[in-house]
Structure formats: C-alpha cells, structure tokens
C-alpha cells in the first residue's frame, strides 16, 4: 500500500523557519514525481512546490514562495523535504505532499493527476 506522512509543521513567528518532511512507505519516491499542495480557510488548495523524479530531476515553485521555500529529495531515507524560510502569516495552512509517477502537467492542479498518494497533512500557523 503506498503511504505518506508528513510531519514538521508546528507554530512559528513571522521570519521564522521550518522543514517539512513526507515520508513515503510502499513506493520508492525516486520514481516519482512528489509535490507540495497547501489548503488555507477559505481558499482553494495550492500548489507550493514540486519535485520531479529522479530520472529528470526538476523543481517548481509558485511564485508565491520562490526563494523562501526549497524542495529537496533523499532516495536513501526515501524522503521529500519542503525546507520553509522567512516564513509570512500568509503561509498558514495544511501541507499535503502527493505523489504521481508522471509529473502531472500543470503540476500546481491538485485536481490533476496526483493519482498515487496523498498524506493527511501537517498544520503550520505562521503568527505576526
């Protein structure tokens, strides 16, 4: 059965930092393409960032969070880190991670593909 977990999140200040981790189990994140979708009150889920297999290895960011957010692979942990700096109030929400053998395209569309795997999200809550 392919799993992910999530874990990381937690209550922060404004500038502050955080990582993320989704931890997979029943598949080999390598293969996959994984990304970062957010969900906020009231607002639609949001693609954060991306990260396509180990084949082609690729990243994309939204723009929201190009150069604050850094997404990283370990294939030996079998392991995708969202590394999370200068963090904003804006930034609270749920983070999922998902995974999809091929990179949907776009990849930002929860909706979209991410067919493989989803995780059942960590809170994080940014305070001003």
């Known amino acids: 059965q392919k799993q992910l977990v999530e874990s990381g999140g937690g209550l922060v200040q404004s500038g502050g930092s955080l990582r993320l981790s989704c931890a997979a189990s029943?598949?080999?994140?390598?293969?996959?393409?994984i990304a970062w979708f957010r969900h906020a009150p009231g607002k639609l889920r949001e693609g954060v960032s991306c990260?396509?297999?180990?084949?082609?290895?690729?990243?994309f960011y939204a723009d929201s969070v190009k150069g604050r957010f850094t997404i990283s692979r370990d294939n030996a942990k079998n392991t995708v880190y969202l590394q999370m700096n200068v963090l904003e109030p804006e930034d609270t929400a749920v983070y999922y991670c998902?995974?999809?053998?091929?990179?949907?395209?776009?990849?930002?569309?929860?909706?979209?593909?991410?067919?493989?795997?989803w995780g059942q999200g960590t809170q994080v809550t940014v305070s001003s």
């Open positions: 998902a995974a999809d053998d091929q990179v949907p395209l776009p990849w930002n569309i929860a909706t979209l593909g991410w067919d493989d795997a």
């Open positions: 029943g598949l080999s994140l390598d293969y996959y393409a």
């Open positions: 990260i396509t297999s180990s084949r082609d290895e690729r990243t």
